[in-house]
């Protein structure tokens, strides 16, 4: 049984750079989450999709924020012209639609932007 | 809105007892307990979706105050594997969304 995996586990990026984030939920799972995360902090929602469709957006996510899940299966983060305040660790959650929708986190990458 | 949890902080003797307490200012449909350790994802403890409903999860239950708007999480008979930052997450009732919005956490440390 695997659970959510994401890749990489770290990334380091210059400012203005692009970066994108892989992640793999659980197999079975038809809804997939996107998080982000600072030191001392709740994880905070960014965008979530049900199959390939991207159902809601935070108001926070900027424009520079893009998500695809372009098959329902796995999904893709990408932040461009990164900035310093990007750094954080961004997590990928994974659910089913029916039930209860227990979400299931994978490792995160971490996120530093020079 | 955030909920608040409270305490932000708490210290443990092993086997002592812990109330961690999450509210809200927005209906809920449905209040999650996650565990996270440093440098690790957030562990999925329990769900609850029913006013008044109570879940047990070997020494660690968590009760629904829907009316209130408020959930807590108790351990009982703490371990030192208990340590960790405890987090709230809540689904509001008003949008539907599925999307949790968490509180700041809780940091449980348990010593011997």
């Known amino acids: 049984d695997t659970g959510v995996s994401q890749d990489p586990r770290h990334k380091i990026t210059k400012r203005g750079q692009n970066v994108t984030f892989r992640c793999d939920p659980i197999?079975?799972?038809?809804?997939l989450y996107w998080y982000r995360q600072t030191l001392g902090q709740g994880p905070e929602f960014l965008t979530y999709f049900q199959n390939e469709a991207q159902l809601e957006k935070s108001r926070l996510l900027s424009d520079r924020f893009s998500a695809e899940r372009p098959k329902g299966s796995f999904s893709t983060l990408e932040i461009q012209r990164t900035e310093q305040g990007d750094s954080a660790m961004y997590l990928c959650?994974?659910?089913?639609?029916?039930?209860?929708?227990?979400?299931?986190f994978g490792p995160g990458t971490r996120l530093t932007v020079l | 809105q955030q909920p608040v949890q409270s305490p932000q902080a708490v210290i443990l003797r092993e086997g002592e007892d812990a109330v961690i307490n999450c509210s809200s200012s927005k209906a809920l449909y449905s209040v999650h307990w996650y565990r996270q350790k440093h440098g690790e994802a957030p562990v999925f403890l329990m769900i609850l979706l029913k006013g008044g409903e109570q879940k047990g999860h070997e020494k660690i239950s968590a009760s629904f105050n829907e009316k209130k708007q408020q959930s807590s999480l108790y351990l009982t008979a703490s371990q030192l594997s208990y340590s960790g930052t405890y987090f709230c997450g809540t689904g509001a009732k008003d949008t539907g969304r599925r999307a949790l919005t968490f509180g700041s956490g809780t940091r449980l440390q348990v010593q011997p």
């Open positions: 197999s079975e799972h038809n809804r």
């Open positions: 959650a994974s659910s089913l639609a029916e039930g209860g929708g227990e979400q299931f």
